[in-house]
């Protein structure tokens, strides 16, 4: 996959809805790395009295971008991605309090492992008018029985 090419809605490349949906579109992706948009708006749910995006809400601009990069890759090879989680991270730094009403992120995610059982790790930044205000390195997990694992999880 190149940057020239042109990517599919967002909504049909990860399982996000409505709401929740915070990633805008998909602008580059290739085997390790995949590059998303998002804009800041006034009227969403997570919006301040100024209308930012407290930067809290980056982690989970990342986790769907890693989301749509493991999908894509499902998709190239013609196969749909196994449902994941986000484990975490224990580096989230953000270089501001919120982003700004009306930003237009860019969300940068590199895969540094990918293990057979499912456990992944990214790093990932996001950057508005090519400066650094977020980066991390999360941590997912696709298990290869998701149901099992979720019904697992609630009666732990």
Same mark, same amino acid.
């Given at each position: ?48 009295? @100024? +209308?930012?995006?407290? #930067?809290?809400? %980056?982690?989970? /601009?990342?986790?769907? &971008?890693?989301? *749509? $990069?493991? !999908?894509?890759?499902?998709? @190239? +090879?013609?196969?749909? #991605?196994?449902? %994941?989680?986000? /484990?975490?991270?224990? &580096?989230?730094? *953000? $270089?501001? !309090? ?14 540094? /492992? ?43």
């Amino acid at each position: 996959m190149h940057s020239n090419e042109v990517f599919p809605p967002i909504e049909s490349i990860i399982p996000h809805r409505g709401t929740m949906l915070l990633v805008d579109a998909v602008t580059s992706c290739g085997d390790e790395t995949l590059t998303a948009r998002a804009s800041v708006r006034a009227d969403a749910w997570y919006a301040d009295e @100024r +209308g930012a995006m407290p #930067a809290w809400i %980056g982690i989970e /601009l990342m986790a769907q &971008s890693v989301a *749509a $990069h493991v !999908s894509l890759l499902a998709m @190239r +090879g013609g196969e749909r #991605a196994r449902p %994941g989680v986000l /484990l975490g991270t224990r &580096s989230y730094h *953000a $270089h501001a !309090s919120a982003f700004a009403c009306g930003a237009r992120l860019v969300i940068g995610v590199r895969q540094v /492992l990918r293990s057979e059982e499912g456990h992944g790790a990214y790093e990932c930044t996001i950057e508005h008018d090519g400066r650094r205000y977020a980066d991390a390195v999360i941590k997912v997990f696709q298990p290869h029985d998701f149901q099992t694992f979720i019904e697992g999880s609630v009666s732990a």
